[in-house]
């Protein structure tokens, strides 16, 4: 597959902010793990909705809350269709992944006990560590931890071995977003389900870039956050199979989520609003699913193929830049490079690249246990999108070059 079957041009014309400039240059930017940027679609659908129909929604009868109702339905039916889960119900609104593993993490507390084993990777965002740790501490659990090996890669062996009848849960993420390693999901799962144990996947970094089924995988939990696929901020998504989320009690407790209330007893709303407390995210939820029409229209595979263009394109500019040392060298991996220069702190590589108009990330990623694992303080990480060309690539490695020379 070749660039051509995308047309970048005009792709570049959906997103306004791709014409600004920083510090007297054009942007280049190169830290879409962190955040992705939002195309005038998803841009107009908030908009439009705040212009023309803003409402609360489920309780109105009047015209306003019914549009609203429905949009924000049918962007459950968007995100239900994209990660083909069999029920719109399976579809939890939430204000993110963060909040969708805690929802996860907090439910499963009535479930473990003492001597209990939850089974974590070794390269996780905090997000996939700490509410386990919390759960551990409330429940009497142990966290053991799935190794990696210096590619980035889990050692699949280990993880076999830690497998046991005391399993209960194992937690992954798809795409590791400091590494940008693809974990073999379709293996750890059945693995996991042998031994009893529910998996959740944390899908933050592989929604944008990887089609996933959610039946398919025979997944239990998988999380994603909208602001990495082209969405908005504070919406995301948990999807859980009907029979965990029916076992699972609620999150948070107030309107919308219950069916009766009287000052002795109250019965819960039925799934999914049993687990969407208060006032939600109503134009997150449409816009989430405006977000989900624009990639659908590129197509996943289309925006794979082409972000794996420019991944070999830019491991292989800048492997010759001298003292280079890449984090992350698995050979399933997204468009994220991560890596240092020997001698240089990533933060001041990042401040001067900053200067040249030019995003990146630099630190740990919020994933401090991976950054101990390779003994350093953080690396420079660089993540594509499929609105990024080579041309900025070219921009980043001469600004690269530039900048070590100034720093060594
Ligand atoms: C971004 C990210 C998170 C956290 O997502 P929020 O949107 O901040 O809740 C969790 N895990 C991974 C792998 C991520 O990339």
Known sequence: MTETQLDIAKIRKDFPILTRKVNGNPLVYFDNAATSQTPRQVIDTIVEYYSRYNANIHRGVHALAQEATEAYEEGRKKIQQFFNAAHTHEIIFTSGT???????????????????????????????IVPWQMLCERTGSTLKVIPMDTDGVLKMDDYKKLLSRRTKLVVCNHVSNALGTINPIEEIIPLAHAVGAAVLVDGAQSSPHLKVDVQKLDVDFYTASAHKLCGPTGIGMLYGKQDWLKKLPPYQGGGEMIAEVTFEKTTYADLPYKFEAGTPNICGGIAFGAAIDYLNSIGL????????????????????????????????????????????????????????GIAVRTGHHCAQPVMDFFQIPGTIRASFSFYNTKEEVDRFVEALVKARQMLT
């Open 98 to 128: 963060t909040h969708s593993i805690n929802l996860v993490a907090n439910g499963f507390t009535s479930l473990l006990k003492k001597g209990d084993e939850i089974l974590v990777s070794a390269m996780e965002h905090h997000s996939n």
């Open 301 to 356: 595979e289309v925006i794979d193929a082409y972000e794996h263009e420019l991944l070999a394109y830019a491991t292989e500019k800048l492997s010759r830049i001298e003292g280079m040392q890449f984090y992350g060298t698995a050979t399933r991996k997204t468009a994220v490079i991560s890596f240092n220069i020997k001698g240089i702190h990533p933060y001041d590589v990042g401040t001067l690249l900053d200067k040249m």
